[in-house]
């Protein structure tokens, strides 16, 4: 018998908890060392609220029209909202003013936009460094050379919070290419905490790669279809 939608969703999270439980016990880290950040983007409030009575509370948008809709609608419910695409200099006022978290940090001025507009009434705006691990001229980030640097200027900006690193890299189904991308983001963040920055965020792992992410230290992963189920068609979203 098919469960209803709703069900199907709470059921979907928490197989994949018990997915991330078993390939942390697997590669020998604790449990509790990895949170799961659910990727809603193009996913109804409905599908958010949902999850957050089965007690998901961190939730990743990347399109910012739709994504305070949802705040919106959802204010009432106190979740955790990460923003994870791309960012334009005329977006960055309400993403300082609405998000938590910022994982798609690349560029200087971006992060002195941020800095500027992140109202004195709320907590620093958490802030993961984008990292262009794969070298792809067709995505964002930051190159890995210049990511110390990039941290050492965020780092010394009133209302940002410097977490950790964030990367999405090139697709691959080869589970040793997966963990070679992997480890590269993780060398990088052992060298920046090295180096006395304050980090405990290591964001990688999306719906296809989450054991070789956990395998090599992911301490948060980002999943939208194996949660939500296939992604529906964008509708015209802007981004």
């Not at 040793?176 to 963040?189: K, M, P, S, V």
Request: aromatic fraction near 6%; include cysteine.
């Amino acid at each position: 018998m098919t469960l209803p939608h709703d069900q199907q969703l709470c059921q979907r999270r928490q197989e994949l908890l018990d997915r991330i439980g078993e390939w942390c016990d697997q590669y020998g880290r604790a449990r509790d060392c990895v949170r799961l950040l659910a990727v809603s983007k193009h996913f109804p409030a409905g599908d958010i609220q949902t999850l957050a009575g089965c007690g998901q509370l961190a939730f990743g948008e990347s399109y910012l029209k739709e994504a305070v809709d949802k705040l919106d609608a959802l204010a009432g419910l106190h979740l955790e909202w990460h923003f994870i695409g791309p960012m334009q200099s005329n977006k960055t006022r309400r993403i300082a003013e609405r998000f938590a978290w910022v994982q798609s940090l690349d560029r200087l001025k971006i992060a002195q936009r941020l800095a500027e507009q992140r109202p004195a009434d709320l907590p620093p705006l958490n802030i993961c460094l984008q990292v262009n691990i794969s070298g792809e001229t067709s995505k964002s980030g930051v190159e890995p050379a210049a990511a110390a640097e990039l941290a050492a200027a965020v780092s010394e900006l009133p209302r940002l919070r410097l977490r950790g690193l964030m990367a999405i890299p090139a697709p691959t189904i080869q589970f040793g290419e997966q963990r070679r991308d992997f480890a590269r983001l993780r060398e990088l963040f052992e060298d920046l905490t090295a180096a006395g920055h304050a980090l405990d965020t290591l964001s990688m792992g999306m719906s296809n790669d989450l054991e070789a992410a956990i395998a090599e230290g992911s301490t948060l992963v980002r999943v939208g279809t194996a949660l939500f189920g296939q992604r529906p068609p964008p509708d015209g979203v802007p981004p």
